[in-house]
C-alpha cells in the first residue's frame, strides 16, 4: 500500500510562486499515474493537475493552466506541483493522490490520498 507525504505548503503574497511536493513510499512509484487536488474552505475538493506514470502526458484545470506546472521524479519517488502568478483563490488544502481509474477529473478516480498541505495566499 502506498503512502503519499505532501510537503510545501505556506503563506504567499499574489503573484508569488510555491512548489509542493508529494513523496511516496513504495517501489513501484514509477508505475502511478498521480493527480493533485485542491479543497477551500466550504468548497468540494476539485481538480488541479494529472500526470500519467511516464509523465509524457499532463493535464491541467483551467483554473490553474499556464501557471502550474507537474512533473514526477522517479527517481525520488517524489511528484511536484510548480505554481507561479499565485492568486488569493488558489488558497486551500493541497492534496495528492493516486490515479486508479475513471475520469481524471473526478476524485473517486483516485485513492491512496495524502494528509494536504496547506496553501494561503494574501492579496
Known amino acids: 500500500q502506498v503512502e503519499l507525504v505532501e510537503s510545501g505548503g505556506g503563506l504567499v503574497q499574489a503573484g508569488g510562486s510555491l512548489r509542493l511536493s508529494c513523496a511516496a513510499s513504495?517501489?513501484?512509484?514509477?508505475?502511478?499515474?498521480m493527480g493533485w487536488f485542491r479543497q477551500a474552505p466550504g468548497k468540494e475538493r476539485e481538480f488541479v493537475s494529472h500526470?500519467?506514470?511516464?509523465?509524457?502526458?499532463?493535464y491541467y484545470a483551467d483554473s490553474v493552466k499556464g501557471r502550474f506546472t507537474i512533473s514526477k521524479d522517479n527517481a525520488k519517488n517524489t511528484m511536484y506541483l510548480q505554481m507561479n502568478s499565485l492568486k488569493p483563490e488558489d488558497t486551500a488544502v493541497y492534496y495528492c493522490?493516486?490515479?486508479?481509474?475513471?475520469?481524471?477529473?473526478?476524485?473517486?478516480?483516485?485513492?491512496?490520498w495524502g494528509q494536504g498541505t496547506q496553501v494561503t495566499v494574501s492579496s
Open positions: 493522490a493516486v490515479f486508479t481509474g475513471g475520469p481524471i477529473y473526478n476524485t473517486d478516480s483516485y485513492g491512496a
Open positions: 513504495g517501489r513501484t512509484f514509477s508505475a502511478y499515474t
Open positions: 500526470i500519467t506514470w511516464t509523465a509524457r502526458a499532463t
